[in-house]
């Protein structure tokens, strides 16, 4: 099982990035997907979460309206645009993908750092 997230990098405020996750060794289609971030000192939290049934989203109350998820079956790749970056977006950005009902099986890829800074 791999999930690897690349796109990450460094913009300034007001920018925009898309993060990807490529996922292999399991069923993607029957995952449900999220993206987590943590900022140096604080908890990891979630961003961004998207069905696999129905593909419904929802999203942290500070992303609505700048971040879209969304994911590609066909692809086996999950995706988050980023739009109107702000320095407090700082942070190591983790694509997790979990079996509804089956906590044991959940995965985490290995971050990309996304840093907003002028």
């Known amino acids: 099982v791999q999930l690897v997230e690349s796109g990450g990098g460094v913009v300034q405020p007001g920018g925009s990035l898309r993060l990807s996750c490529a996922a292999s060794?399991?069923?993607?289609?029957?995952?449900?997907m999220s993206w987590y971030r943590q900022a140096p000192g604080k908890e990891r939290e979630l961003v961004a979460h998207i069905d696999n049934l129905d593909g419904r989203t929802k999203y942290a109350d500070p992303m609505k309206g700048r971040f879209t998820i969304s994911r590609n079956n066909f692809k086996n790749t999950a995706y988050l645009q980023m739009n109107s970056l702000k320095p407090e977006d700082t942070a190591v950005y983790y694509c997790?993908?979990?079996?509804?009902?089956?906590?044991?099986?959940?995965?985490w890829g290995q971050g990309t750092q996304v840093t907003v800074s002028s």
């Open positions: 997790n993908a979990a079996l509804r009902d089956y906590p044991e099986y959940a995965y």
């Open positions: 060794g399991f069923t993607f289609s029957a995952y449900e």
